[in-house]
């Protein structure tokens, strides 16, 4: 079964840091893009991060310089490093990855999203 786990999120204080790590498992062939994005409540689902498999990246404005994403491709894990947190990036956080996958007998990308992480920043 093909899936995506987050793990690392919680509770930390303003100007405090975080790591979150998304592994994804399963029969996979290769990964080309992940991804983090975020939902606050009553909010819509934005991007935080992206990287390609040669390891360029995207960043929201609102995390440019404290947000750092990165990624394993040999364990299948991509991470975001969370310094100078604020109370504005309180949200769940979600990882996807564009997955090459075979499926009867034919290989193609399919998209797959994490269950989420809370991180909440407060004092």
């Known amino acids: 079964q093909v899936q995506l786990v987050e793990s690392g999120g919680g509770l930390v204080q303003p100007g405090g840091s975080l790591r979150l790590s998304c592994a994804a498992s399963?029969?996979?062939?290769?990964?080309?893009?992940m991804g983090w994005y975020r939902q606050a409540p009553g909010e819509q689902r934005e991007l935080v991060a992206t990287?390609?498999?040669?390891?360029?990246?995207n960043y929201a404005d609102s995390v440019k310089g404290r947000f750092t994403i990165s990624r394993d491709n040999a364990k299948k894990v991509s991470y975001l490093q969370m310094n100078n947190l604020k109370p504005e990036d309180t949200a769940v956080y979600y990882c996807?990855?564009?997955?090459?996958?075979?499926?009867?007998?034919?290989?193609?990308?399919?998209?797959?999203w994490g269950q989420g992480t809370q991180v909440t920043v407060s004092p």
């Open positions: 990287i390609t498999s040669d390891s360029s990246t």
């Open positions: 399963g029969n996979i062939i290769s990964i080309t893009t």
């Open positions: 996807n990855a564009d997955l090459v996958l075979e499926r009867l007998l034919r290989l193609g990308e399919y998209r797959y």
